[in-house]
């Protein structure tokens, strides 16, 4: 009889990145303090101001992507808050445990249970049945390397209106100062009108500066964090299914995970057995 598989699962939790909301929260908080400790809040708030600053850069970005590319932007910001704890390097052990155990069982023992362990893994549970029906490995490399390919851009492209948005951000600033400017001019003999023009002009500055700085674009650097992240975990996975379709001995195959590992990631898979 063959020996129990002992496949380990790579741990996916979701877990609470902290340093994005803290990050965001703090920031603004430091910003609010500020303004509360130098005099009312209510000067700060321009309803007009927002509304060309918030409204006209989700307006001008809408025209240089889609409407389909806001909504999964909004939709793809959740994994800034909540995401998926893979580490490269549990990876690659779950990698090698799959390549040494196809080396002495076979492949085709990997159907049922052991399969449905990496239901959550649509990825490399896609990549597992493709290699247990006998798809050639050019092909399985050609697959995964659209799919690859494919899920790297469309985080990028998220990451990518939010930069936009960044760019646009104090652009519309600067029209609503424009604006608040010319309502002063026209209006210099009519005192009551000053006051609030040139809060629309200051303000709306202030605005498209604060959402570049302390909002789109520390968000879009996060997104691009996780898209590298992403990128690098697809990638441990097709290095390993395509080890497994070529028959490697499973030793070729810690080498080129190790190739693709930072440098404290590196793993000992079979050192370790020959230290014991």
């Known amino acids: 009889m063959a020996e129990p598989i002992e496949i380990t699962a790579t741990p996916r939790r979701t877990m609470f990145d902290g340093a994005t909301v803290f990050g965001l929260a703090g920031g603004l908080l430091l910003v609010f ?6 005099g009312s809040i209510g ?6 101001g927002l ?25 793809v910001l959740g994994g800034t808050v909540f995401y998926r704890e893979r580490d490269p390097q549990d990876v690659s ?12 069982q076979g492949v085709l023992r990997l159907q049922g249970e052991p399969l449905d362990r990496f239901s959550k893994e649509p990825f ?21 390397g659209e799919d690859l390919a494919a899920s790297s851009a469309r985080l990028q492209r998220s990451a990518n209106v939010l930069r936009k948005a960044a760019e646009l951000s104090p652009a519309m600033g600067l ?11 026209r209006n210099l003999d009519n005192p009551g009108v000053i006051g609030p023009s040139m809060a629309v002009a200051l303000l709306t500055t202030f605005y498209g500066v604060l959402l570049a700085n302390m909002v789109f674009n520390p968000l879009a650097s996060k997104l691009e964090r996780n898209a590298a992240d992403e990128h690098l975990i697809n990638y441990l996975y097709t290095l390993g299914i395509l080890s497994i379709a070529r028959n490697d ?16 990631s ?9 230290d014991r």
């Open 93 to 104: 052990y779950t990698m090698l445990e799959l390549s040494d155990f196809a080396r002495h």
């Open 33 to 38: 303090v500020a303004i509360l400790f130098g």
């Open 124 to 144: 490399l549970h896609k990549a597992l049945i493709m290699l247990i029906e006998g798809v050639p490995e050019k092909d399985i490399g050609d697959i995964l």
């Open 175 to 185: 029209i609503g100062t424009l604006i608040g400017l010319v309502q002063m001019l």
């Open 266 to 274: 590196k793993v000992r898979f079979f050192s370790n057995d020959l």
């Open 51 to 75: 509304l060309i600053v918030v409204g006209g850069t989700l307006a001008v970005t809408a025209v240089s992507f889609n409407i389909g590319d806001l909504l999964r932007t909004l939709g």
């Open 249 to 264: 001995n499973p030793r070729r195959l810690e080498m080129l995970l190790n190739s693709a590992l930072p440098p404290e």
């Open 43 to 48: 000067a700060f708030f321009n309803f007009p």
